[in-house]
């Protein structure tokens, strides 16, 4: 298992430029990371309890930016 990541966030900025984009997956990511501390469990479980029709109601699809597309 792994810890927290440990990036350094400007650095990532200066490559992801979309302030959109990059709240959706600090959103994300920040919902998952209270799934499991393991990335993948948490995508898993994530994925296994997500249900297309209701994306709306989802954590993930509750978040500003999250559409359907990246849901």
């Known amino acids: 298992m792994r810890g927290p990541a440990k990036a350094n966030i400007d650095e990532l900025k200066t490559v992801w430029r979309n302030r959109r984009s990059w709240g959706d997956a600090r959103g994300i990511a ?3 990371s209270k799934l499991s501390v393991d990335d993948k469990i948490a995508l898993r479980t994530w ?3 997500a ?3 209701n994306w709306r109601e989802d954590p993930i699809g509750r978040i500003r ?3 359907l597309i990246n849901f």
Do not use: F, Q, T
């Open 51 to 53: 249900k297309l029709e």
């Open 30 to 32: 920040s919902h998952l």
């Open 65 to 67: 930016g999250v559409g």
């Open 47 to 49: 994925a296994r309890n």
